[in-house]
């Protein structure tokens, strides 16, 4: 399969799956089944019917409103759709469509919800760190078994790393991010350092945004959550860490 048709499946793919990830977004945090009963509107919870439930496009004819009352459906869902669709599609680009691309995918498939549940409920829920660290480790050792060592290495390190800043400051930091920094690295592997540092750079940034706004101490009660920060970092660790670690190492070393 050429590079090409491989990421028109992948977006495809993407949206469909970017779909179920809304629905794990709204549900896991409320301890609510992710397949019991269906996808239905959450104001008169009618069911949706199937030709409403296509990605993107069921919202956009039936103009963000639910057909049987209706109220308005947020522009999140076709949102976190479509940027499901784009990085599945952008992922293949980069790696190829063959074993290299597993990894990656299922990487930027589980920031997704993780960053979804963090801005909503300041969270990152455990059962998808223990998904995530397994399908990560499981992958590596089908694609890239040698590398598997540097993996676990990037892992302890990320995590540690966090680990000491979360007993230094627990306000500023949960064990949420310690475990997605751990997770991350079980992904990344060496890539996760620039990963994390556009983490640390981004969200620093953001926060001094926010106290310049509202003052000091304001804006240290706006409890920002860090996770979409190391997921933006996860993005750039995927797309372009390992290039910007070999540049660093032919230019200081």
Request: net charge neutral; charged share 10%.
């Amino acid at each position: 399969m050429s590079t090409a048709a491989g990421a028109v499946l992948a977006g495809i793919a993407g949206a469909l799956i970017g779909s179920f990830l809304n629905v794990v977004a709204y549900r896991l945090p409320r301890h609510e089944s992710l397949l019991h009963p269906g996808s239905r509107c959450p104001h008169c919870e009618t069911p949706i019917k199937p030709y409403d439930n296509v990605p993107v496009l069921g919202w956009l004819w039936l103009r963000g409103r639910c057909r049987a009352c209706g109220a308005s459906i947020s522009w999140r869902y076709p949102l976190v759709e479509a940027v499901t669709a784009l990085l599945c599609a952008a992922v293949v680009l980069r790696y190829g469509a063959d074993s290299d691309v597993w990894l990656p995918l299922a990487f930027v498939i589980l920031l997704v919800p993780v960053t979804l549940i963090d801005l909503d409920f300041h969270i990152i829920p455990n059962v998808l760190m223990a998904i995530g660290a397994v399908v990560a480790v499981a992958l590596v050792l089908a694609t890239q078994s040698g590398d598997l060592a540097q993996h676990l290495i990037a892992a302890a390190a990320a995590g540690g790393f966090f680990l000491i800043a979360a007993i230094a400051y627990p306000a500023g930091m949960g064990m949420g991010d310690v475990k997605l920094a751990g997770v991350m690295g079980l992904y990344l592997g060496r890539a996760v350092a620039p990963a994390i540092f556009t983490a640390l750079v981004a969200g620093t940034v953001v926060g001094a945004v926010v106290i310049a706004r509202y003052g000091a101490t304001e804006g240290r009660k706006k409890g920002i959550p860090f996770g979409p920060w190391l997921a933006l970092g996860g993005v750039v660790g995927v797309f372009a860490g390992d290039a910007i670690v070999d540049w660093y190492l032919d230019t200081f070393t």
